[in-house]
């Protein structure tokens, strides 16, 4: 693990596009309000292939302010038409405008719209020494709703069970190198790596699907490290017309539509689901038996964590800027920003890292202090798993070490709670 100059890389963003019309305008605008917040050059690098909607125009009109925009249409070859090709072509063209090995080479997928830090935090991983980054892919709550009732809730218990698998596979793993909190989503609404390992590794596999599962398994079989973070983070459509098949949207698609006794897409009891390579066919769960499911991995966190079963991992407090209490008009959007760091698992409060210095005021020696003001007092409400609501009274300015405090029985806040409520967040897995 090598760290890399002071220097701020410079940064190439592959979208591989194909009739997006509808939403290669806001993946753009995503992008470009996260590349005002890096310090290098940004540059997206956009592969329309056989488009025939009006995605190229979009292109072609589009403007980004803080950064440049490179776009080219081809047509795929027969037999090359999918998405492994498509994502290598983008890689590579992005590729081609970086130089230095320890450039980075970030990639998105079109209907998705990365969050404003995205690059930064990226950056700051990349910047460790690591040598690729698996972001965290989001779906919004407006959109699973809009699914129907059925679809929404089916989406959400998925959510809730991953969340729990996510946690308990982290505390019983004795080779686990990253620690809690982590996620175990691959996929290509967010990937990072430095240029010297794309070229290491020979450029991006092509397979027909799951092109992005192949790219870090080839890093990883090129002796890459690969970090998966929960403060990288994208937000990525529920629609079930994809472009890719075998994607994202086959499988919202085939979870909304099968029965209830029919299995389910790469999802298996708690026991096979902590060795998912070692999974059978009949470990999977189906939507009749996912709750029950649900509550036997909710035991088995509550043993764990009062060491009855392993012991449970550390967990960092959570950290806040400063709350503006002479601006109380901004009191409870800027809460519920910093608390939807809290990680929305059961009973698990936890701080990603590195912490983006444009989320923390700066002081002289730049590093994050505490703005004095009067001690007012914040009431935080929180949510335990009976669902009952409580709340916790802080002064003004630091919450963070009265929601450390808190016993770990209680669950998220329901500051962040409201938050994720609002934007509609939910982590997908298991594509």
């Known amino acids: 693990m090598r760290p890399r100059t002071a220097d701020p890389a410079n940064v190439a963003v592959a979208i591989p596009v194909k009739n997006e019309e509808a939403a290669i305008g806001a993946c753009l605008a995503a992008l470009d309000q996260a590349a005002s917040r890096h310090p290098g050059r940004t540059t997206i690098v956009a592969v329309a292939n056989d488009c025939d909607d009006r995605t190229v125009e979009i292109l072609s009109a589009a403007r980004p302010a803080h950064a440049r925009l490179i776009w080219t249409a081809v047509s795929l070859l027969p037999g090359h038409r999918h998405a492994g090709w498509a994502r290598r072509l983008a890689f590579d063209a992005a590729a ?42 989001l779906t919004r709550r407006a959109e699973r709703k809009a699914l129907g009732g059925q679809a929404f ?23 686990e ?20 390992m794309y070229r290491a590794i020979g450029g991006a596999p092509t397979p027909p699907v799951a092109e992005d599962r192949a790219l870090f ?3 990883r079989a090129h002796g890459g490290n690969v970090v998966h973070p929960i403060d990288v983070r994208v937000f990525t459509s529920c629609r079930l017309d994809g472009r ?47 709750p029950a499911a649900v509550k036997e991995a909710q035991a088995l966190l509550k043993a764990t964590r009062r060491g009855a079963s392993a012991p449970a991992p550390e967990v960092e407090p959570v950290r806040f800027p400063p709350v503006m209490v002479k601006r109380p008009d901004t009191l409870a959007q800027t809460l ?16 990603p890292g590195p912490v983006d210095q444009q989320d923390v005021a700066a002081g002289p020696n730049g590093i994050g202090h505490i703005v004095r003001h009067p ?36 669950l998220e806040t329901g500051a962040a709670r409201a938050r994720r409520r609002q934007r509609g967040l939910r982590d997908v897995h298991g594509q």
Request: net charge negative; aromatic share 6%; no cysteine.
């Open 96 to 137: 081609a405008v970086l130089s230095h090995e320890d450039d980075l080479l970030l990639s998105t997928d079109a209907d998705t719209e990365v969050d404003g830090a995205w690059i930064v935090r990226n950056a700051a991983h990349l910047g460790r020494g690591i040598d690729a980054v698996a972001g965290r892919a």
């Open 336 to 351: 519920a920003e910093q608390l939807d760091r809290v990680i929305p698992a059961q009973r698990v409060v936890g701080q």
């Open 153 to 175: 809730d089916r989406l959400n218990m998925l959510g809730r069970y991953y969340g729990l698998a996510d946690y308990l596979r982290t505390a019983g793993d004795a080779h």
């Open 244 to 290: 890719a098949p075998g994607g994202m949207a086959d499988t919202f698609r085939t979870w909304i539509a099968q029965g209830e006794d029919d299995p389910l897409h790469e999802t298996y009891r708690m026991a096979a689901a902590l060795a998912p390579h070692w999974a059978l066919p009949g470990d999977r769960l189906s939507f009749r038996t996912l």
């Open 177 to 196: 190198t990253e620690g809690w909190p982590r996620h175990f989503y691959e996929g290509g609404a967010s990937i990072a790596l430095r240029l010297g």
């Open 375 to 410: 001690p007012d007092i914040v009431r935080i409400p929180v949510i335990d798993d009976l669902g009952q609501e409580h709340e916790v009274e802080a002064a003004g300015g630091l919450v963070g070490r009265e929601l450390a405090a808190l016993e770990p029985d209680l």
């Open 217 to 219: 398994d080839r890093i």
